[in-house]
């Protein structure tokens, strides 16, 4: 099955909505984009003022355009409140892949597993429904908590990209990449689901 673009997806539980980002989100995520500006700091986009943050959503919304990102907001059940986004990105119908990344949350919903669920409900769609062989993750070489989180839900390290990505302040960042495959998918599930039930945290 082929990733729609088109298509206004919308991805829930009873924990977590992912739904289209788009400008009618903007007023509503200034409070979790803005409320610590080292939030996106491995990440080679900004969100620190409105701004930022308005162009990070066009950004999304030309990407949509163009068929290379499908972006989500991500709306918190528990707080009732927009809490960030999350992507799938790099997609590729003809290969069976995509990536999954772009994801950030405000500081008072981390830690509280709404990431584990947006992850959950990310990848359940990529394998069961458009049955893709395939689900990349990509992080800062620096960023030791995202590697350590990628590796709990999963993810099987592939390698570091040396030199990969240009920051904003100058940096360029080693880029490490992380899979899962399809057939992976089963284990993979259920250990998510045994974090779910736990109420254990796994953090991206």
Not at 171 to 193: A, C, H, N, T
């Amino acid at each position: 099955m082929a990733f729609i673009f088109s298509q206004n997806l919308i991805l829930e539980n009873e924990r977590a909505k992912l739904s289209l980002l788009g400008l009618s989100h903007l007023e509503r995520l200034i409070p979790a984009a803005t409320a610590d500006k080292k939030l996106t700091r491995y990440s080679p986009f900004s969100i620190a003022t409105p701004d930022d943050l308005k162009h990070f959503i066009q950004n999304s919304l030309i990407d949509r355009r163009n068929q290379v990102r499908y972006a989500f907001a991500i709306y918190d059940k528990q707080f009732q409140e927009f809490a960030g986004s999350t992507s799938f990105g790099t997609i590729s119908n003809k290969d069976q892949r995509l990536e999954i990344g772009w994801t950030w949350l405000g500081p008072k919903f981390q830690k509280t597993g709404l990431n584990i669920n947006c992850k959950y409900l990310l990848l359940q769609y990529v394998f069961e429904e458009l049955k893709f062989e395939r689900v990349e993750f990509r992080t800062d070489e620096r960023n030791t908590k995202s590697r350590e989180a990628i590796e709990k839900i999963g993810g099987t390290l592939e390698g570091i990209l040396r030199s990969h990505t240009l920051m904003l302040d100058g940096f360029r960042r080693s880029s490490v990449y992380y899979s899962i495959l399809k057939e992976e998918w089963p284990e993979v599930k259920k250990g998510l689901e045994v974090r779910l039930a736990k109420g254990k945290m796994v953090e991206v």
